[in-house]
């Protein structure tokens, strides 16, 4: 935990440093730039759609199709 929280402050301490050596907003830009890793974190810790039901494997061929899909649009196989 300690580790996301570190780097979290260098990212925005990194770009509040840059955003003030171009004469942009150092607060503005320090929040901005400790939001990216939250989001990339968020992002990877999200279930797959798989598993959400939105979407399914291909019998066939395992390509990933829509839920409600009649054939598959990778093999044309009817699923």
Known sequence: MI???ILILIAGIV???LAK???RSPVLWFILCAMV???IIAI???PPMVSRGYT???PHCA???KEDAK???HCGLTV
């Open 44 to 46: 990877i810790l999200l």
């Open 15 to 17: 770009g509040s440093i």
């Open 37 to 39: 890793p939250l989001v």
């Open 63 to 65: 390509e990933i199709i």
């Open 56 to 58: 399914k494997k291909c």
């Open 71 to 73: 054939f598959c649009k």
């Open 3 to 5: 580790r996301y929280i």
């Open 21 to 23: 050596q171009k004469g």
